[in-house]
């Protein structure tokens, strides 16, 4: 046996993670283990010392660190440990042992010390109540209710009380609350049954919402439950299957679904599993809460591709168990139930008793679901940068000896994506004619991560010589994909016209990229305004970590997942951006330094040799010189970091070939979770148009979906790009301070704010690959809260209904007491405002505590935003006109129009340090610059474009 020791960091960011300080014990563990056996042995030991009830969760996302400060991973071996040696878990590396980790704020001592002082309270851990959290957790349920009800708790519908069956010291733990069914009684009702099936709440919500399963964002205490469930903390004794249609982080990161724990699945993101002998077709998505018409019915089960038989249909906010019929109309089995179908409410059991087999997980929807015969083929081909793993899925249509079209994806270094679209994906497009090949990126990650984009087009160059050698190939290609997909398609489509390119390599004919981007350097830095941090380091992230081959698994698997998609502030990530420099913040991050992350800092140009070959463009539409022009149809979302990109896409693809542009509402996710169906639709028409030549599609080139507050879809349509513009709403800033107005008369402004870079402002919405501030957000606790940092200025209410319809733009007068700094411009709409006044006419002074900028009611929403860096020069105003973007949004009578500047929206990009002068922003080491005021003087101007006359209304439910 090996005896460690093993004490907890008393820094701030592991303080305010356990909010409690001493905490250290020691360990035997076998010396075959490895390192992560230890950590939880010491885990089992130092949890009751911590008063809250997910300590396990808590010290679990801690990570584990040398006498030296060097980090441990869980498979390390404890072999290479010596006898006595002392480890260190800390929330963010601490150096060496010995070396302070720099001083805990008071403000973190004070809310540590009275989180730890109520939470012994509530959990009698205090003098007055047991000796010990196992005391407590052996109390008789009755008694721990009384105990919980007499600290202000309640216990109703807790977690157990869902799986309930006699109570013994094991199962009388402390749950979180939902609004649940028990098990025990629903069983005494109808019957026993074998499994229980979720849709929406089951886990403990603060405020219950339909369609949730997993916890809600801010709900720590939920989501602290869930995980001890999942570290086998707490055991569940009936298999449980769930969907969930309002947790991103789990459709984002299992669409293929995953076994949480020990009998407790999340079916995934679509398909149909066979489940203890009941076939059940599922899709967590979010749907209209009404009662389905038939048509609907026949429409998602064709989807589904159900055969006849009994049939559980799980689908967003909507459950059936009863009678439906299949996609050609034949009626399906049904299952006893008290209804035909049932809106989702929180949690059904499966109310027929089941078959005594048990059987295993069942598997997404395949071949046979869809009635179609495929083969399938995986190869392995070498590129000179390194290994791909190629998958081929061809139809039955093959062993006629008949070609078909190929739909090639390339899933990059998104290793663990590739089965996902191999199952899901695959066998539908192979059910419309086409071959479907997915390839990925496979080997050490200095061959994966470190090549990310530099080498998509030589892959993909390999892989079409295979494709040009297959017997049922008839050489067209298409491509598609969202995001970073979209970025390997551009790079097929120029593997497969460049003019070196063998006579007998297909032909990309047609390419769909979605929130995607030909060349990243302008987005990343900002077209050489900042850079983007956020992006960047989440994205490598991924590359590195989060989507890489065997990196993560099991409770770790989940437990980042939850952490990258599930908070709204990425754990670790501040930390890394306030030091200066910020190149180790890759190894601060994940552990290891990034080829692409340290060698951008130094070559900030486009025009420098660490971009060329393929590290920024994927497709030079310019130079384009084939005779054989694809078809680009490229997708855009309104909130989208890539949206810039994607209108420079599409009009240079205009100049080479006939190109599309469709916009929909939504950020970089939301376009993802709220109109993948329409996507879908749009790429299979692009394919069905130029790979299968069935069909013509006469819409106007360019579709654009109105930003509205009703349920009904209007898209404006156009021929070209940007859309005509015939007349502008100008804006002119007046007032005071850092709140002012907005008025259609030039007046008098001697507007202001403080830009603090050791405080730099935050932003809240259209997030930059973060999940929870994706698209367009509610601004008013960003406004409230950022008093000195954030200048506001506001409209009076419309008069009458108004679109806009083009580019933003404004013209500011300023002046700065530094020589540099940066200006951000974002422009809201308040919805539903009426009057412009605040609440201080009806609640008095209490109106002044509610609403001190006197902001006045309605939700203030995000439309569009820049930034731009500016020089300036002491004594003198500066003229700084620039876009804020483009946007396309309804503006109803009542609503007013607000208008954001400040100096940061950090870390989506990353503040300006205000540096001494002759120092590089980026790369210097000094302590950043004492605050900067900014004035806004007269004249300053926002012009807002209206929509023109030329542009086509068409009210359809998708384009």
Partial sequence: MLKLHFSVTEDEATLLTVMTTGLATEVEVPRGKDVGFAKNRAIDKLWPSIPFCHAVAALSNLRIFDDQGEELNDGDACSALSEGQHLRLSAAPPGP????????????????????????????????GPDSREELMKLPLKELKARLAASGLSAEGCLEKVFEHPTTA???????????????????????????????????????????????????????VLAEFVSGTRK????????????????????????????????????????????????????????????????FMGTAGLAMGPVLLLSGDIVTLGAGRGGDGTPLGSVRAPHGWVEGHACLGLWKRLTSRRG???????????????????????????RLELIALTPAAVRRAERVPTVLVNVGCYYT???????????????????YVLWRASGPLEEVADLVFQRWRADAAVV????????????????????????????????????????????????????????????????????????????????????????????????????????????????????????RADVDMWGRANTLWQGGQFARDELESFWKDGRDRQFNFDSFRGTH????????????????????????????????????????????????????????????????????????????????????????????????????????????????????????????????????????????????????????????????DLLLASSQALEKDVDLAGEVQVSL??????????????????????????????????????????LGAGQSVNLCENIVRAEFQKDEATRLDFRVGFTACRLNAGDRVRLHLCSAAHPRWLRHPLQPKGEDWLLGDSQVGPPAVISVETPSRLRLPLRSAELRSVFLTSP
């Fill in 97 to 128: 042992r010995g070396v302070s980790a720099g001083p805990v704020s008071a403000g973190a001592q004070v809310f540590a010390s009275t989180v730890s002082a109520v939470g012994r309270h509530k959990l009698g851990l205090d003098a007055a």
């Fill in 360 to 386: 295993r997980m069942g598997r997404a929807a395949s071949a046979s679901d869809l009635g179609v015969d495929i083969t399938q083929e995986e190869v392995e081909l070498t590129s000179h940068y390194g």
């Fill in 417 to 435: 994506l590739a089965d996902t679209l191999v199952a899901v994906e695959g066998p539908r497009y192979v059910a419309q004619g086409y071959a």
């Fill in 629 to 788: 022009p694809p078809h680009i149809h490229i997708i855009a979302g309104w909130n989208d970091m890539f949206l810039q990109q994607g209108l420079d896409d599409f009009v240079s693809a205009c100049r080479l070939t006939e190109a599309r542009l469709t916009i929909y509402t939504g950020g970089h996710f939301g376009l993802i979770t709220k109109h993948a169906g329409e996507v879908a639709a749009e790429t299979g028409r692009c394919y069905r148009e130029h790979l299968g030549g069935d069909m013509l599609d006469h819409r106007s080139p360019v579709r654009m979906q109105l930003i509205t507050t009703t349920d009904e879809t209007e898209w404006l349509e156009c021929e070209t790009w940007p859309p005509p513009c015939d007349s502008y709403l100008d804006y002119f800033l007046l007032g005071e301070g850092a709140t002012g107005r907005l008025a259609e008369e030039a007046g008098s402004c001697r507007l202001s704010y403080t830009y603090d870079p050791k405080d730099p402002t935050p932003y809240a919405g259209d997030g930059w690959l973060n999940l929870q501030k994706d698209g367009a957000q509610d601004q008013r606790g960003l406004e409230s809260s950022r008093t000195k």
């Fill in 813 to 854: 007068s300023l002046r700065c007491s530094a020589p540099q700094c940066d200006v951000v411009a974002r422009l809201c709409v308040v919805r539903g405002a009426g009057g412009a006044g605040g609440a201080e006419g009806v609640l008095g002074w209490l109106g002044d505590l509610a609403d001190p900028r006197q």
């Fill in 170 to 224: 094991d199962d009388s733990g402390l749950a979180a609350c939902a609004p649940v069914p028990q098990v025990e009684t629903q069983q005494k009702k109808v019957g026993a049954f074998n499994a229980l099936f979720a849709v929406g709440a089951l886990l403990g919500l603060k405020k219950w919402e339909s369609g949730r399963f997993l916890p809600a964002l801010g709900d720590s205490e939920s989501g602290a």
């Fill in 464 to 583: 079409l010589d295979w494709l040009g050698q297959q017997s049922w190939c008839d050489g067209r290609v298409g491509c598609h994909g969202y995001s970073l997909l979209g970025n390997t398609s551009y790079a097929t489509l120029a593997a497969s016209h460049a003019p070196d390119a063998p006579a007998e390599r297909p032909l990309v004919r047609a390419a769909v990229p979605a929130i995607s981007f030909s060349r990243i350097q302008p987005t990343v830095f900002v077209r050489g305004q900042s850079l983007a941090a956020e992006l960047a380091l989440c994205f490598l992230w991924l590359a590195e970590k989060g989507l890489c081959q065997g990196r993560l698994t099991g409770f770790s698997y989940i437990w980042n997942m939850f952490g990258f998609f599930g908070l709204p502030d990425w754990p670790g990530l501040a930390a890394a951006l306030a030091q200066r420099p910020v190149d």
């Fill in 236 to 299: 569940v004794p009936i298999e449980t299957f769930f969907i969930d249609s309002r947790s991103a982080a789990f459709l984002q990161a299992a669409p293929e679904g995953k076994q949480l724990c020990e009998k407790i699945h999340f079916l995934g993101g679509l398909g149909v599993r066979e489940l203890h002998g009941l076939r059940v077709a599922y899709l967590s998505g979010g749907r209209a809460v009404q009662r389905p018409t038939a048509a609907s019915r026949s429409s």
